[in-house]
T-cell receptor
Framework: KAGVTQTPRYLIKTRGQQVTLSCSPI?????VSWYQQTPGQGLQFLFE???????NKGNFPGRFSGRQFSNSRSEMNVSTLELGDSALYLC?????????????FGPGTRLTVL | AQSVTQLGSHVSVSEGALVLLRCNYS??????LFWYVQYPNQGLQLLLK??????LVKGINGFEAEFKKSETSFHLTKPSAHMSDAAEYFC??????????????FGSGTQLTVLP
């Protein structure tokens, strides 16, 4: 089975721009979560989607948004980019929403904001 | 609210020596606990997880961890370190129930260096 794929792998943007990141979960997985990883704040939960519905959202400003499509693929969008948004964005998929379900992580998209 | 503390942001061991990475959690109820490993420029890979079954959990690559409720700990061990174990390790906690609050809360990570 193919793993979680994220595109693009690397992205450079300037302040004020917006960006869209894409995640394709493992086939059959319906839950997709997003995490931000930075040297200063570590790994932080952004949001989780299941069956096209946002189930949970972390403590991030409204500039961060996401969505999930009927094929379970997910996108996250960051508008009005700030320097502090530079990070590795990780997507994780899971077969279900149970806490015992393992989350499988993709390789991440490294976003650099100049 | 849950939190995870990983003691030691950097740990160095010699090849063949015992690996011990520490993780303590804070939670109102015994949570589910996970250890992940991250190699450079890669995502996270699950090493093992505790989901209220056996307190001694065996994972991949020879790692294991023991859940100790009285100490609120879930330390990761490996009897003999290999060079390939050099990576960053993250302990994570999740509430032990399904529902809208399911999310992983991660520790700050421990960078493991294996010396020849």
């Amino acid at each position: 089975k193919a793993g979680v794929t994220q595109t693009p792998r690397y992205l450079i943007k300037t302040r004020g721009q917006q960006v869209t990141l894409s995640c394709s979960p493992i086939s059959g997985h319906r839950s997709v979560s997003w995490y931000q990883q930075t040297p200063g704040q570590g790994l932080q939960f952004l949001f989780e989607y299941f069956s096209e519905t946002q189930r949970n959202k972390g403590n991030f400003p409204g500039r961060f948004s996401g969505r999930q499509f009927s094929n379970s693929r997910s996108e996250m969008n960051v508008s009005t980019l700030e320097l502090g948004d530079s990070a590795l964005y990780l997507c994780a998929s899971s077969p279900g929403t149970g806490a015992y379900n393992e989350q499988f992580f993709g390789p991440g998209t490294r976003l650099t904001v100049l | 609210a849950q939190s995870v503390t990983q003691l030691g942001s950097h740990v160095s061991v010699s090849e063949g020596a015992l690996v011990l990475l520490r993780c303590n959690y804070s939670s109102s109820v015994p949570p589910y606990l996970f250890w992940y490993v991250q190699y450079p420029n890669q995502g996270l890979q699950l090493l093992l997880k505790y989901t209220s079954a056996a307190t001694l959990v065996k994972g991949i690559n020879g790692f294991e961890a023991e859940f100790k409720k009285s100490e609120t700990s879930f330390h990761l061990t490996k009897p003999s370190a290999h060079m390939s174990d050099a990576a960053e390790y993250f302990c994570a906690v999740s509430p032990p129930y399904s529902g809208s609050a399911r999310q992983l809360t991660f520790g700050s990570g421990t960078q493991l260096t294996v010396l020849p």
